[in-house]
């Protein structure tokens, strides 16, 4: 005898029978209780979900001796007709290759004559969107309008290419991939009906392979028999289907986030001496860091791609030692070289240089945890932000920098970590200016009673703190004590009058207050000395004498190393005045 293989051996025979497609086999046998059946209905979803085979059932419970009916016997001689594939009542045309004018014209003479024995004349039309245009346009009237006998039944992939004007004289009903875990336990029910077992993770593999279709899966599972073994273990069934092997897989995402170049070209030489195919452990490689990544920020317990409670506990181990911009960050580099790999003459090359390229990739770190940092550090905390962590570990704390002094620039070390991908680097947010937020302890104070360029300089002190280079620019100023005011006057020149606001007049006095109770107030101008003609080069030496002093401030200073970055530029204004066209950008 012919062996038949499982997905016509096990294909279902009622609407009860059929797998994932509750939501149409429940209309369709309601329509049939209630007698509301419609003489025209389009099935579409992807490759083997069961659209023929919900025909055929259809068909059935309209020709069965006990029907209509939603459960057809099977046993009568329509049944058994109509199951055997040699229906005179029920046509099976394939459009695919019937798809002319003329083969409509011919469909449509046949259907004018009654039926030879069954009730209805069950027409399918298989691929219905290979027709050409003109034999959509014969089709029209007869599917509109049909004779009481005749039931149309489209079946396609791909909706899209069926007109409109087909479309809304049909029924429709939209069949869907079934999930993977669905399909393991179909695998198993199949198994369990011939007398055979498979490990569960083989099942698994095979439902993640079908990619939501039951006769794939069933093909696969056929190729896994037919090797006429009683029990294979998991390692053999990845062996006989050709497929990548998901220890390989994880091993190399291991040795990518390790940063382990010879690990990652020896498992790259390990699938192509095995005959892996390149593009699938590529593929393979992009679907376990969205898994990684989707583990990462996924709540305990969800359901995430069929994927049993064990593969997901491994893929949060896997993924908790490594922020979600990293795990985001090495999925883009794998997508944006798909195209190149797959044109590549080859692949394999391709392949190791974009992983060798993945294992330089740095632990990325949140540009909400470098601002939070920056914040600490400016707010006097002890905590300050991330400093350059290498090799995935936890950032550790740099305890805070002395406001008197200015440390010398340390280089930034190679394993520094990048911010996340935001291409653009944000502004370092101004710390706040209550002294509330970063207490400062109040001791003696420095200046005596009188001596007006202590109190300044005690001022330009205090003021490094929250505005550093507020207090750079008063550095260079005078001062002088009259009638109960600390007069500060700014050296001449066209950036003292940007500093010269009754912003900063309000904040020097606000921070005098907490300084000295009951203290002078402090009034800020600029110099009224007349500028015949601006020194450039003067204007520039004090500029780049501001951007150095700037520069060695703490919180700037922490900013830079995290960022790779240097000051450049000064830029005197407030970010909450308007622009002044004299000052120049911060870079």
């Not at 317990?301 to 490594?322: D, S, V």
């Not at 009638?483 to 020149?493: E, S």
């Not at 520039?540 to 951007?547: E, P, S």
Request: some cysteine; aromatic content about 4%.
């Amino acid at each position: 005898m012919s062996y038949l293989v499982l997905a016509r051996k096990h294909r279902p025979a009622t609407f009860e029978e059929v797998v994932g497609q509750e939501h149409v086999t429940r209309t369709l046998a309601g329509a049939l209780e209630s007698g509301r059946l419609a003489h025209a209905f389009c099935f579409t979803g992807p490759r083997g979900v069961g659209k023929t085979t919900v025909a055929r059932i259809l068909a059935k419970a309209l020709n069965c001796e006990h029907g209509p009916t939603p459960t057809p016997c099977g046993k009568c001689g329509h049944c058994l007709e109509i199951s055997e594939g040699r229906a005179v009542d029920v046509q099976e045309i394939d459009a695919a290759s019937n798809s002319r004018v003329e083969d409509v014209r011919e469909l449509r003479e046949m259907i004018r004559y009654h039926p030879q024995s069954g009730r209805y004349r069950v027409t399918i039309l298989d691929e219905v969107h290979m027709l050409s245009k003109a034999a959509f346009n014969a089709l029209l009237k007869t599917l509109e309008e049909p004779p009481e006998h005749a039931v149309f039944i489209l079946a396609t992939t791909d909706v899209h290419k069926v007109p409109l004007t087909i479309l809304s004289r049909c029924q429709r009903f939209d069949f869907r991939r079934l999930p993977p875990r669905v399909l393991a336990e179909h695998l198993g029910k199949v198994l369990a009906a011939e007398g055979l077992s498979l490990p569960a993770e083989s099942l698994a593999l095979m439902a993640r392979e079908a990619d939501g279709s039951v006769r794939d899966s069933l093909s696969l599972l056929d190729q896994v028999l037919a090797a006429g073994k009683e029990s294979m273990t998991h390692p053999e069934v990845v062996e006989l289907l050709g497929l990548v092997d998901r220890e390989l897989v994880t091993a190399t995402a291991k040795a990518v986030l390790a940063g382990e170049a010879g690990e990652v070209l020896d498992l790259v030489s390990r699938v192509y001496a095995a005959g892996g195919e390149m593009q699938a452990f590529y593929a393979a490689l992009q679907e376990h860091f969205r898994n990684l990544a989707a583990a990462k920020a996924a709540p305990e317990g969800a359901e995430l791609f069929g994927l049993t409670p064990e593969e997901m506990a491994a893929l949060r181990t896997q993924a908790g030692p490594h922020s979600p911009e990293t795990l985001h960050e090495i999925f883009d580099h794998l997508a944006a070289s798909e195209d190149l790999f797959r044109r590549a003459s080859q692949p394999r090359l391709v392949m190791e240089m974009t992983l060798l390229k993945l294992t330089q990739v740095k632990p990325v770190v949140s540009l909400a945890e470098i601002i939070s940092g920056l914040e600490r550090a400016g707010g006097g905390e002890t905590g300050a932000p991330p400093s350059r962590p290498r090799n995935n570990q936890a950032p550790a704390a740099a305890p805070p920098a002395a406001h008197n002094s200015a440390p010398a620039h340390n280089p930034a070390p190679a394993g520094n970590p990048r911010p996340a991908p935001a291409r653009q680097a944000p502004q370092t947010p101004s710390p706040p200016l209550s002294p509330k937020a970063a207490p400062v302890a109040k001791a003696a104070p420095v200046a005596k009673p009188g001596d007006a360029e202590g109190m300044l300089k005690e001022l330009v002190r205090y003021a490094e703190q929250n505005q550093p280079a507020l207090a750079s620019y008063l550095g260079r100023a005078t001062a002088a004590l009259e009638d109960g005011l600390l007069r500060v006057t700014l050296p001449p020149g066209a950036i003292a009058t940007s500093y010269a606001t009754e912003k900063n007049q309000q904040r020097l006095n606000r921070m005098a207050g907490e300084l000295w109770d009951g203290g002078p107030k402090v009034r800020l101008s600029a110099s009224t000395e007349a500028v015949q003609a601006p020194d450039h080069q003067a204007l520039a030496a004090a500029k780049a004498a501001a951007a150095a002093e700037l520069a060695q401030h703490p919180v700037v200073r922490q900013a830079a190393e995290i960022f790779e970055a240097e000051v450049v530029a000064l830029n005197p204004a407030d970010p909450n005045d308007k622009p002044n066209p004299l000052s120049t950008e911060q870079d």
